[in-house]
């Protein structure tokens, strides 16, 4: 692929212009749109999945109610909708209502959306919907093959973007590749380059001719964001000189962010070759870094030296990498006992619940310390020790699965810690053992421990529970079908808390580390909004933990149970929209579609494989040095709205 690489100031202009008309949006008197009623009963019957009564707002008068309406079937993903989203896409006088059906044609996934896309670049002149058409067919077609090339370099940011969601389905192959490395040129705008870059860096396959581009951009782009996912795209190349640049990178790129996913990058190479640079990891000045470094490690644990990373453990300041460690080194020794007993002796003495959580996961390689784990499954633990001990039983049964006696014993085990009623636990063990690997078929002949705890869980605050007990009991029962598990419509968005809510509202997280202020899209996710502030105001917050911290990923907080596994007797619907995850978005945690409810997440930098699948409610507006240093285990203070 060609493009002329003349007058860039000119293409940064127009395709900064087209964005900018493209995202336009209504604005009504009051202090957000919602004071029209109209944009209310869109959003309910959004909220509703009620396509059928959507249509007619297709084909409304009022341009603003069309794009609405298109924007909600975004949210619905129903392909039933693909026509009379094609429809408008295809002959619609306003842009903005084309570029809303492009999007959510894509949403669809549908092969029917992807022939209509295809179609329509043909016919569409203005930038910013063919940028959405080219994005929207990366996301539904099986194979790349777009009909229409842009050779507008004003178009390169969706062109980018079509790459990159082609490539996450699979649908991009050496062809696309070699379009998509020119896009890494550092005269495109850096929307473009992000997009090639995150493209090489999760997406593409078999690219190592093209390395010479992607060690540039990771060297020496001058986006830092740029910079993570290319370097990133390093594990991906086999040659050594993707080793040594990645450790260069490792030690002398200023953002820990980049240094954070060289060491990722490095933990998927030969370990003899990075083991030098990934123990010098282990004290780089940044704990993010560090436990990146550590992870990697974990990664080529049946290579590790384990007497040399147990004393590196005992060494560490940080819990985490000190856990990550212990974990490698056991699991490298085949489970020494003597080791397994120092990692028991840490956990009786560990203060911070995580810490010990951490612990008690690193003997999840000692089979020595089966008993000890099962222990911890009682409802006298906090949850977080409960949850970390199923899946460490669940980690130790996998390596025993050849034991001919190990269904048995594992099976009595299981059946006991079901019986506790601890959700989180009933979901582990369920999973365990409907999986054929463990051999429980015949092991497990009353199957009244499971038809009991189902009585115990209840839709939708167990939903991602309930799911593999269901599972189980079909596997036992011999059924192979089985219906999968929906939540209920139980939580209509509250309007008159919405219509109190001024557009660009902003609330301060106060933290152990410092204060977040984040500003709400009230316009763009009403439900999501109002659910977060409705909890902030009940205090639902206060003193709940950052219970997960993934380095250069997610801060996740917000769950009663402190381990990830907690939820409230409600759900609330998934708004997604147009807007991308950003470095500082904040966003709903769920385990699938519509099952949000309570927690949520900020990230740290770019993570274009979270939009349109994850609602974006709000934004970081000052304190992302805070989002930066926050850790497993720091405390939300409260959270309050800013007047």
């Not at 900064?16 to 604005?27: D, E, L, S």
């Not at 777009?146 to 980018?160: A, E, H, M, N």
């Not at 644990?301 to 000190?322: C, F, G, H, M, Y």
């Not at 250069?552 to 609330?572: H, K, L, M, T, W």
Request: charged share 25%; glycine share 6%.
């Amino acid at each position: 692929m060609k493009f002329s690489f003349f007058s860039f100031r000119t293409i940064a202009v127009v395709t900064i212009v087209a964005c900018a008309m493209a995202c336009r949006k209504p604005q009504a008197t009051g202090v957000n749109k919602f004071a029209d009623t109209v944009f209310i009963r869109i959003a309910q019957f959004q909220d509703q999945r009620l396509s059928d009564s959507l249509y007619k707002f297709l084909d409304h008068k009022n341009p603003n109610y069309r794009r609405e309406a298109a924007l909600a079937f975004a949210s619905i993903q129903d392909s039933m909708a693909a026509g009379r989203l094609s429809k408008l896409l295809l002959n619609d006088d306003e842009k903005d209502v084309r570029r809303a059906a492009a999007f959510a044609l894509g949403q669809t996934g549908c092969a029917e959306g992807a022939r209509m896309l295809a179609r329509a670049s043909g016919l569409e002149r203005d930038p910013g919907v063919l940028s959405a058409i080219l994005e929207g067919y990366g996301k539904t077609t099986k194979h790349w093959d777009f009909p229409y090339i842009p050779r507008d370099t004003s178009l390169s940011q969706g062109l980018g973007w079509s790459f990159y969601r082609a490539g996450m389905n699979g649908a991009a192959d050496s062809a696309v590749n070699e379009k998509a490395i020119h896009l890494l040129n550092p005269v495109f705008p850096d929307s473009t380059r992000l997009a090639a870059a995150h493209f090489f860096g999760r997406a593409a396959k078999q690219f190592d001719r093209l390395s010479g581009s992607i060690f540039a951009a990771a060297q020496h782009d001058a986006l830092a964001e740029v910079r993570m996912a290319t370097t990133l795209a390093l594990r991906r190349i086999a040659k050594d000189s993707a080793r040594i640049i990645a450790q260069h990178i490792l030690q002398t790129d200023k953002d820990y962010r980049v240094r954070a996913n060289a060491a990722r990058a490095l933990g998927a190479m030969p370990f003899e070759s990075t083991k030098s640079a990934l123990l010098g990891a282990l004290h780089d000045e940044n704990v993010q870094v560090c436990i990146a470094a550590s992870e990697a490690i974990k990664g080529w644990i049946s290579e590790a030296p384990w007497k040399d990373l147990a004393a590196e453990a005992r060494s560490s300041t940080n819990w985490r990498v000190q856990a990550n460690l212990y974990e490698t080194a056991l699991g490298a020794s085949q489970g020494d006992a003597g080791l397994a007993r120092e990692i028991e002796k840490a956990y009786a003495s560990a203060t911070n619940v995580y810490q010990k959580s951490a612990l008690l996961g690193s003997l999840q390689h000692a089979t020595t310390s089966r008993d000890f784990i099962a222990e911890k499954i009682s409802l006298e633990n906090p949850p977080v020790i409960r949850s970390t001990a199923a899946t460490a039983l669940v980690a130790l049964n996998f390596q025993k699965r050849n034991d001919p006696t190990a269904p048995q014993t594992f099976a009595s085990i299981y059946a006991k810690g079901i019986r506790t009623g601890d959700p989180a636990v009933i979901g582990i063990f369920s999973q365990a053992l409907s999986d054929s690997l463990l051999g429980f078929k015949h092991a497990v002949r009353d199957l009244t421990f499971l038809y009991e705890a189902k009585k115990k869980l209840s839709l939708p605050k167990d939903y991602e529970n309930l799911q593999p007990l269901e599972a189980a009991i079909a596997y036992f029962e011999g059924r192979k079908n089985v219906a999968p598990v929906k939540n209920p419509f139980n939580h209509p968005i509250d309007w008159a808390l919405v219509k109190r809510i001024p557009r660009d509202q902003k609330a301060i997280i106060k933290t152990t580390r410092g204060d977040i202020t984040i500003r709400f899209f009230i316009e763009e996710t009403p439900g999501s909004v109002s659910n977060f502030i409705s909890l902030s105001e009940q205090k639902y917050f206060d003193h709940k933990f950052f219970h997960r911290v993934v380095p250069n990923f997610v801060v996740q907080a917000g769950c009663p149970r402190g381990d990830g596994y907690g939820g409230e007797d409600y759900s609330i619907r998934s708004e997604f929209s147009e807007r991308r995850y950003t470095t500082g978005s904040v966003g709903m945690a769920s385990a699938g579609k519509d099952t949000e409810g309570v927690q949520w997440f900020i990230t740290h930098s770019p993570t274009p494989h979270l939009d349109g699948k994850y609602s974006i409610f709000a934004e970081v507006v000052s304190g992302m040095d805070v989002v930066h240093r926050l850790e497993i285990g720091d405390e939300i203070l409260e959270i309050a709205l800013v007047p």
